[in-house]
């Protein structure tokens, strides 16, 4: 028989406009009641209501359904005076042909009453707002990859072939001749626009240009270059304001640091993603499994359908990996690259590269936790040959004949 964890628990249906709100209430005889379902605004008066509404009935526990990011308001309002939880869609499934929002509510209830949900990682409101700065800072960064690619295929279409002569098409020289290629597009020689230190030959160069840009590519490109100009102070404002965020977390900053193949700015990623309160993650393989860093367990008569991980950590996962492609680089730390190695010749890069992402994080997690640097000597240590075991003639004899082995009496 499940237990009662929750005797007075709320469980919300949340919508954008408005939320659906039912507590129930289970007596010492196991006999639960349900209040009537009330509805109240998503404005933070309505919620301010539904804090109120919840006190009246003595309720601190709360569960609500991750809605897009119409339970943040929700959650503002209520963290204040509850115990909120929040669960993923998935585990709160009603049954098909028998929902609506007042069902909804009560199967939520039903659920959380028995503890049967597992929460949400919500960190501090401090650690939520350095976490979307940061989120907006990869934004960004993508956006700028983007216009660098419709800039290059402007060159592209154009007959323009920089990307064949010069690693980066954004460099220094590749700018110079592109921004005379703008201001006129007749013939020019291009040896005055390019840096000593190119190796590139001038007559590759000079060949690579020979094309025409029409009118509508040019000012095309010149739109693009300037939204690219805006992104970059944009950036430069954000990681100003990023930076001032992350100050009051510069310890923990600053412990994260120690760790191979990771800098400045990818270390308050990772604080603001994780947070610095490690007691909220059981272990580190917890932490591992919410990152999408673990493989997955589906098995079903005895077979493994498969074991890729999970598309959780849409934003921590691909920040390891590139901190792990770093890291494996590094020659003062090897114990990285020879995991990275022992693993890339069973299961390739791919699987190798997760396998040292993991390996990061969970020193990570024993670094916050324990609030101690990192420590390549633990891992020194797993190198050592281990220590020769002293077995019993008893135990020699045993793993003689599960080896095939007869023994017998010596004479």
């Not at 639960?32 to 009246?56: D, I, N, P, Q, V």
């Not at 963290?79 to 049954?95: F, G, M, N, S, W």
């Not at 907006?136 to 279409?157: D, I, M, P």
């Not at 597009?185 to 007559?203: A, M, Y």
Request: hydrophobic share 40%; charged share 25%.
């Amino acid at each position: 028989m499940l237990k009662i964890v929750h005797p007075i628990c709320c469980g919300i249906d949340v919508h954008k406009r408005f939320v659906m709100a039912v507590i129930a209430k289970t007596d010492k005889n196991l006999v639960t009641t349900y209040t009537k379902a009330m509805r109240f605004s998503t404005f933070t008066g309505g919620l301010k209501l539904l804090a109120e509404w919840l006190a009246e009935n003595n309720c601190k526990d709360v569960c609500m359904e991750s809605t897009g990011k119409y339970w943040i308001p929700v959650w503002n309002i209520l963290e204040r005076t509850c115990d909120c939880v929040l669960a993923h869609p998935k585990y709160l499934k009603a049954i098909k042909g028998k929902k609506t929002d007042k069902r909804d509510a009560k199967w939520i209830a039903d659920v959380f009453k028995f503890d049967m949900l597992h929460g949400s990682f919500i960190p501090e409101s401090d650690i939520r707002q350095l976490r979307d700065l940061v989120r907006y800072h990869f934004k960004l960064t993508s956006y700028t990859t983007g216009e660098k690619n419709r800039a290059q295929n402007c060159l592209t279409v154009s007959n323009i072939k920089l990307d064949d002569v010069f690693s980066d098409v954004f460099g220094k020289s590749a700018s110079a001749i592109t921004e005379r290629l703008l201001e006129n597009n007749e013939p020019f020689d291009v040896s005055e626009f390019v840096d000593g230190r190119c190796k590139t030959p001038i007559e590759e160069i000079q060949a690579a240009v020979d094309g025409v840009i029409c009118a509508e590519q040019a000012e095309k490109l010149r739109i693009i270059r300037s939204h690219m100009d805006s992104l970059k102070l944009c950036k430069a404002n954000l990681e100003s304001e990023i930076l001032t965020v992350a100050e009051k977390f510069l310890p923990q900053i600053n412990l994260v640091l120690t760790v191979p193949g990771i800098k400045d700015f990818s270390a308050i990623a990772i604080i603001g993603e994780i947070g610095v309160d490690m007691s909220v993650f059981e272990t580190s393989r917890h932490l591992c499994s919410w990152a999408g860093l673990a493989p997955q367990n589906d098995q079903s008569a005895g077979k493994k359908k498969t074991t890729r991980i999970s598309r959780a950590g849409v934003y921590i996962k691909p920040l390891l990996v590139q901190c792990a492609n770093a890291a494996i680089r590094s020659k003062s730390n090897p114990e990285f690259a020879n995991r990275y190695n022992a693993i890339k010749k069973r299961r390739g890069h791919k699987k190798a590269i997760i396998a040292i992402a993991r390996m990061m994080l969970t020193a990570i997690y024993n670094i916050l936790k324990k609030n101690e640097p990192y420590n390549a000597e633990l891992y020194h240590k797993s190198d050592l040959p281990p220590v020769q075991r002293i077995v019993s003639i008893e135990q020699a004899v045993f793993i003689l004949q599960r080896q095939g082995y007869l023994v017998t009496d010596s004479p």
